[in-house]
């Protein structure tokens, strides 16, 4: 069974970079397609935000295409999540994601 755990920092400020990394077990980020990255904002509903494929490749949704990057570092079997100039409105819980399996999430607030 796959496991996944969202890991980063907690707060961040506004016009910085929002770095979170998603470790995975049971399973290889270098098999499969779209080990995604997923969000919710306090009382919105979930927003897919992008995805890393088994090569490396990568797909955004075009409305955060322009702030996003997501990586990966195959060596420790985790990929992440880079979301640059945040504003208070990327304030939400931050889930990775693949097929059925969810990481259990981790809040990030964008707070001066």
């Known amino acids: 069974q796959v496991q996944l755990q969202e890991s980063g920092p907690g707060l961040v400020k506004p016009s910085q970079t929002l770095s979170l990394t998603c470790t995975v077990s049971?399973?290889?980020?270098?098999?499969?397609?779209?080990w995604s990255w997923i969000r919710q904002p306090p009382g919105k509903g979930l927003e897919w935000m992008g995805a890393i494929n088994y090569d490396g490749s990568t797909y955004y949704s075009p409305s955060l295409k322009s702030r996003t990057s997501i990586s990966r570092d195959t060596s420790k079997n985790q990929f992440s999540l880079e979301l640059s100039s945040v504003t208070p409105e990327d304030t939400a819980v931050y889930y990775c994601q693949i097929f059925k399996y969810w990481g259990q999430g981790t809040q990030v607030t964008v707070s001066s």
């Open positions: 049971g399973g290889s980020i270098t098999t499969n397609y779209a």
